[in-house]
Structure formats: structure tokens, C-alpha cells
Nanobody, 127 residues
Framework: QLQLVESGGGLVHPGGSLRLSCATS????????IGWFRQAPGQGREGVSC????????CDADSAEGRFAVSRDNVKNTVFLQINSLKPEDTGVYYC?????WGGGYYPRDDYEYKYWGQGTQVTVSS
């Protein structure tokens, strides 16, 4: 079973930054798209429109007003989500997930396209 393990969440003041980590396997890093999602309290899970594949790491232009960035470390088999200028509405559980459905410049943005999921890491933005 492919594993994804998130870490790096915590309590942050508004305006602060966090870097979330998603540790996985070499296989996942080389063969799957790894994306990020979040779930706010009482709400459904939503994508943050950031993902990485073996050929690129990208966030959509409208991704949280440009406050998010995704990157990867192929030696440590870890994917990162940098979140800047945090707002209270960013509060939630953040998940990384892996999908086989990518290629030709496309990466999946909806949670139903992802097969493998981590357990999540809590991010709380509060003063």
C-alpha cells in the first residue's frame, strides 16, 4: 500500500507562513501526481489547485490568490506545500494525495481522481 505522511501543521497567527510536508515513496515521486487538498471544519474537502509530477510542480494561477506554492525534494521523496499570508479561512486539515491520472500537461484537481491519501495535518490560523 502506497503511503503518504503529512506533517508541518500547527497553530499560526494570521499573516504567518507554514510549509507542509508530504513524505512518500520513490515510486510515487516518479510515477504519480501528488496534489494537495484541505478540509475546513464542517465543510467538504477541496483541492488547493497545487500538484507536482515528475516533470513539473505547479499551482493554478487562481490558487488562493497566489499564496500557495508546491515543490518537491526527489532525494528525500517529499513534497512540500508552502502557504504564505495565512488567513483564518485557511484553517483546516490539509491532505496530500497521489493519482495515476496525469500526463500531457494535465494533472487531476478533483479528489475523486486521487487514489491514495495521507492522514492529514491540522492547520489552525488564529490570533
Amino acid at each position: 500500500q502506497l503511503q503518504l505522511v503529512e506533517s508541518g501543521g500547527g497553530l499560526v497567527h494570521p499573516g504567518g507562513s507554514l510549509r507542509l510536508s508530504c513524505a512518500t515513496s520513490k515510486f510515487a515521486m516518479e510515477n504519480l501526481a501528488i496534489g494537495w487538498f484541505r478540509q475546513a471544519p464542517g465543510q467538504g474537502r477541496e483541492g488547493v489547485s497545487c500538484a507536482t509530477t515528475s516533470d513539473r510542480s505547479t499551482c493554478d494561477a487562481d490558487s488562493a490568490e497566489g499564496r500557495f506554492a508546491v515543490s518537491r525534494d526527489n532525494v528525500k521523496n517529499t513534497v512540500f506545500l508552502q502557504i504564505n499570508s495565512l488567513k483564518p479561512e485557511d484553517t483546516g486539515v490539509y491532505y496530500c494525495a497521489a493519482s495515476e491520472k496525469w500526463g500531457g500537461g494535465y494533472y487531476p484537481r478533483d479528489d475523486y481522481e486521487y487514489k491514495y491519501w495521507g492522514q492529514g495535518t491540522q492547520v489552525t490560523v488564529s490570533s
